[in-house]
């Protein structure tokens, strides 16, 4: 069974600190994976989606790469601004689970001013 | 504006009666899914639809059931039989397309059972 794990749970920086969040899987037969961002209390905001033969995605100050062999992704923010204070959620489709999508428990982000 | 609505955004349930979450997507996808998640963890999988007229069960289906009536619209009801239904509810739905299968969500209820 698939297993995504996210490491640190929570991290602080001060502002404009690049800074690089962490996607592990177990199975590395997968579709995609996706990358969301989620406020408190809110629904999740899809940020980046790589598919299985892509090594990464960038989309303005994130830049997210997979190295499925390795079972590995990792999100890159670029300038981190308090803005981006939230939790980021990894999560993967797996190859044969009909478009289920298994999610990691997240980073707790604080970017502080 | 085409998206994914959610009501209520907050629901309250005395113990023993059913309740039902409404999602509605406007974004012509065929799939939907109803996910749950309690503090501090990611979101686990209640049932999936991937055509009207069809649902199938996900790693914690007991206690929930739903419908999918029309392609718009993908209700969850929480039963009784739920031991421990309180928690934030999401809602998702994505397009035909397994490779590039990105999924899109509403804004999420929370349930709390009084």
């Known amino acids: 069974k698939q297993e995504v794990t996210q490491i640190p749970a929570a991290l602080s920086v001060p502002e404009g600190e690049n800074l690089v969040l962490n996607c592990s899987f177990t199975?590395?037969?997968?579709?995609?994976l996706q990358w969301f961002r989620q406020d408190p209390g809110k629904g999740l905001t899809s940020l980046l989606l790589?598919?299985?033969?892509?090594r990464e995605q960038t989309s303005g100050r994130l830049n997210a790469s997979l190295d499925k062999s390795s079972g590995r992704s990792t999100l890159y923010i670029a300038a981190s601004q308090p803005g981006d204070s939230a939790t980021y959620l990894c999560?993967?489709?797996?190859?044969?689970?009909?478009?289920?999508?298994?999610f990691g428990s997240g980073t707790q982000l604080t970017v502080l001013p | 504006d085409g998206g994914i609505t959610q009501s209520p955004k907050y629901l309250f349930r005395k113990e023993g009666q059913n309740v039902t979450l409404s999602c509605e997507q406007n974004?012509?996808?065929?799939?939907m899914y109803w996910y749950r998640q309690d503090p501090g963890q990611g979101l686990r999988l209640i049932y999936y639809?991937?055509?009207?007229?069809?649902?199938q069960k996900g790693d914690i289906a007991e206690g929930y059931s739903v419908s999918r009536e029309k392609k718009e619209s993908f209700p969850l009801t929480v039963t009784s039989a739920q031991k421990n239904p309180t928690a934030f509810y999401l809602c998702?739905?994505?397009?035909?397309?397994?490779?590039?299968?990105?999924?899109?969500f509403g804004p999420g209820t929370r349930l709390t059972v009084l």
């Open positions: 974004l012509n996808h065929d799939a």
């Open positions: 998702a739905s994505s397009i035909p397309d397994k490779r590039n299968n990105e999924q899109f």
């Open positions: 199975d590395s037969a997968i579709y995609n």
């Open positions: 790589i598919q299985s033969s892509q």
């Open positions: 639809s991937q055509i009207v007229n069809d649902f």
């Open positions: 999560a993967v489709i797996s190859s044969g689970s009909a478009r289920q999508l298994t």
